[in-house]
């Protein structure tokens, strides 16, 4: 067995390699004392393991191997230690020789595992690292946007049992002991629910709730082609999808954050890719209009394309099936959490239209071009 294991903080720089990827990687969150948090079906399948099995316990306890338990854990400590993200490299010698990448990214107390499984006709490990980066991005916005629809959805009906206990309160007999302990009851639990929305629900969420952005002039017709790049690197070549870019810019530039609009627009396309059925094609219109930069993404959505688990995915399984449900108040589906944000930190907008099956989705993004 050999290890190899590296340090150096991520820079960021994308790469613009262009070949495919090999396979889905898989995903692991570990808490600062080195527990399981969660670990996805790509994850279980790649090392032929029991997910849920692992939830709760110690990577120590876990049957993974033991040099990759070992590679995990160094790397977890190293980015929480260093709060930036690490990278290591595991070799395992068992049955057949076994080689991965491992992209350790923190947030707050708990940091997320990303296990890339490295062949001869894998991409570089760069390209394999960057798409692993986006993935991982894409998930910590899309674990606060669910926790923010929580926490807002809970604080309603928490109000109204606290309001209707001062009526009770009102209305009962003051010298009716169980009456008093039934409210004393829903009064604490009204406070506990409030608490542990407070402490555990919005610090958690926290992470992504100010979003800085690093602004810049940037040029929208390279960014639109990376994007696509890896897109067709991370998901549409497996596939068989196409993904067309369609655009009269040519060296327009807008003042914006160049590494949080690419995540945007790798997440739109490689949706795009991942929602479509085989051998069909999504098709990318980018202008500017007026003083707003606008992107649209139109496709066929397939109900299987997104659910069949035989297929390679990018996104988690639980935002696959949720993107599928109908729309409440016009929400936007969980998986484009990371799109809404970044739009509105730039002064714009998100929007999509419901995604059933055989319906044609147009994802559209709209960036402020002057006065952000």
């Not at 316990?57 to 040099?67: D, F, I, Q, V, Y």
């Not at 800085?212 to 017709?221: F, G, Q, W």
């Not at 996104?315 to 509105?344: D, H, M, N, S």
Request: aromatic residues 4%.
């Amino acid at each position: 067995m050999t290890t190899s294991f590296s340090s150096s903080v991520e820079s960021g720089g994308a790469q613009q390699n262009d070949t495919a990827a090999a396979g889905n990687d898989g995903v692991l969150v570990l808490d600062a004392a080195q527990h399981c948090l969660s670990a996805d079906a790509a994850f279980a399948h790649i090392f032929d393991i029991d997910s849920a099995g692992l939830t709760g316990r110690a990577l120590t306890e876990t049957s993974l191997p033991k040099p990759l338990a070992a590679a995990l854990a160094e790397a977890a400590d190293a980015a929480l230690a260093g709060n930036g993200i690490r990278r290591a490299q595991v070799t395992i010698d068992d049955d057949s020789t076994r080689s991965f990448s491992i992209l350790a990214l923190p947030s707050n107390e708990s940091v997320t595992l990303i296990v890339s499984p490295r062949t001869g006709a894998s991409p570089t490990q760069e390209n394999t690292e960057r798409i692993a980066h986006l993935r991982a991005e894409a998930s910590l916005f899309m674990r606060d946007h669910v926790l923010s629809v929580v926490s807002h959805d809970l604080r309603g009906p928490l109000n109204a049992i606290h309001s209707w206990g001062y009526v009770l309160e009102r209305k009962i007999d003051a010298k009716d002991p169980a009456a008093q302990r039934a409210l004393a009851g829903i009064r604490s639990g009204v406070e506990q629910q409030v608490k542990l929305i407070e402490q555990s629900v919005d610090t958690t969420r926290a992470e992504t709730k100010a979003l800085a952005l690093s602004l810049a002039p940037v040029a929208v017709l390279p960014l639109l082609d990376k994007s696509a790049t890896f897109a067709r690197s991370s998901i549409a070549r497996q596939r068989g999808v196409t993904i067309t870019v369609e655009s009269p810019l040519a060296e327009e530039q807008v003042e914006g954050d160049a590494e949080r609009l690419t995540q945007m627009l790798w997440l739109m396309f490689a949706f795009a890719a991942e929602a479509s059925a085989r051998d069909s094609s999504v098709q990318v219109t980018s202008n500017i209009e007026g003083n707003m930069w606008r992107t649209d993404v139109r496709f066929t959505a397939s109900a299987k394309a997104l659910t069949d688990a035989s297929l390679p995915h990018v996104l988690e399984a639980f935002a696959r099936r949720q993107a599928l449900e109908p729309r409440e108040g016009g929400r936007i589906a969980w998986a484009f959490a990371l799109c809404k944000r970044v739009t509105e930190a730039h002064g714009g907008a998100f929007e999509h239209a419901n995604i059933a099956d055989g319906a044609d989705v147009v994802l559209s993004a709209r960036i402020a071009v002057a006065g952000m």
